[in-house]
Structure formats: C-alpha cells, structure tokens
C-alpha cells in the first residue's frame, strides 16, 4: 500500500523521496571493490596474490561459455522432450531433469566427471576405434565443463519448458493453420514468442555457471578458486588469497548483472509503454 505524502505545493504524492529509493547497496560494493583494487595495487601481497590468481580467470571463463553453449543444447532437447508426445522421449527427458534435480551438486560432478564421463568415452572409443582407427580424448578441463554443463541442463530445461508453455495455445493453433507442422510451428512461431520469458533467466544461470565453475576445483580444474587455494596453502596467507579471488568474482557477476539488466529492459520496453 502506497504511503502518501503532501510535496511543496501542498500536493498529495505517492512519490517517495530520492534518499528512500537511491540504490545504497551499490555504494557500499562499490566502495568495496575500490578498496579491494586499491590493496591489489599498493599492498605487495595482495598484488603477489593477484598474479598467482588471476591466470585462471581465463579457464574460468572458456569453462563458462563452454558449459552454457552445451547446456543451452541440453536444456532445448530435454524441455522440448517434456512436452513430446513420444511416451518414451517424455519419460526419458522428464527422468534426467527429476535425477539431476534431486541431488546435490557436489556428489553429482563427482558421479558424472569420474564414472559417468570417462565410460561414455571409453564406450565411444571402443566403437571409433573399430570403425576409423581413431580416438577421442577429453581433457580433465573439459571433462569438468561437460560436468557443469549436464547439471544446468536440467536446470535450463525447466526454463524452457516453462517458456514455451507460457505461450497461448492459439499461436500453436494459428501456426497449424497455416499448414506447417508440429516442427514448424515450434521453431518458426512458439519458440521466437518464449524467447522472452526464456532469456532473462538463462542470463541469471549464465551467472550462477559462472560462480560454480569454483566447484571444479575439487577435480584439481586451475580456475580462479583453486589458484587461490594453493596460493593460500603455500603462503599462508588466505586473507589476500580469498579476498582477492572474491573481488575477481564480484567484478564479474556484477559486469554480467548489469548487462542482463539492460537486456532485460530493451525487451520489455513495449511493456512499459516505451517506443
């Protein structure tokens, strides 16, 4: 309920005054990132952390996009497979989002980086190498980003199962009616429709693989978290190890943050009545 207050003209407003919706959380992180950058540059052991730390934002930002472009493949076939009408694709799609679901995401990239992965591999190699002679191999990187990747995909395919089905059923019927089929309908007409309800929350688990990408240090991945670790391990000093690898993450989940929150606003725009 709205609490009304009377401006200079004696008017009454709803309006509330600037210091009551001024954004004073983004004063406080952002005086906390200044002073975390400003210990990296005049305090030597935190600059000493910074250089044993920040080689592994590259691993974690190629493991991110990795695992998003391959869970984003993952999420189309099993939400779309929910909604199937093939009895056995249903039930498969709906059995790997529920499993995946309903365990916690440690023991899972255990279970999938080191039993489920490397037997599927061996199983394709035994098939390629009677075939064409040849082998696959997975690096333990990219063994790690597959990990992550099958985990979200459980996760994304609600979203876009949910997307699609926030879309009327009269544009499947409309898109029927013009003689395409099932296919057709859903790639040419209900998929650019979800496409808005189904991108802002792919842009928050674009964000949420980027903070577990810390997880793959328990499979010894040199990303930022594990640098940090055995910089913190060797040196003893885990203040500077953590704080520093802490303000990496910051700057980047904010930077993303505010990106998806443009986004969001650009299309949203008809919405809210902008042109």
Known sequence: MSEFRSNRDG????ERPWWDTFPWWSVIIIAVLV???????INDDYGLAWERIIPGLGL????????FGIALAIALLAGTGQMSRNVVVRNLARTYVEF???IPMLPLIFTVALIIVPELTELLNTRLEAWIGWEFKLSFE???TVTLAVIYGAYMAEIFRGGIQSIPPGQTEAG????LNRRQTMRSVVLPQ???AIIPPMGN???AILKDTSLLSVLGALEITQRARQFSASTFKFREGYFVSAFIYLCLTLGLSVLLGILERRMTRDRQGER
């Open 11 to 14: 008017r009454i407003t709803d």
């Open 35 to 41: 002073w975390m950058g400003v210990q990296i540059i």
């Open 60 to 67: 974690t930002l190629k493991s991110t996009v990795y695992a």
């Open 100 to 102: 995946v679901r309903g």
């Open 142 to 144: 990219m063994r790690a």
């Open 176 to 179: 029927r009616s013009l003689g």
């Open 194 to 196: 979800a496409m808005r």
């Open 205 to 207: 688990d674009f964000i």
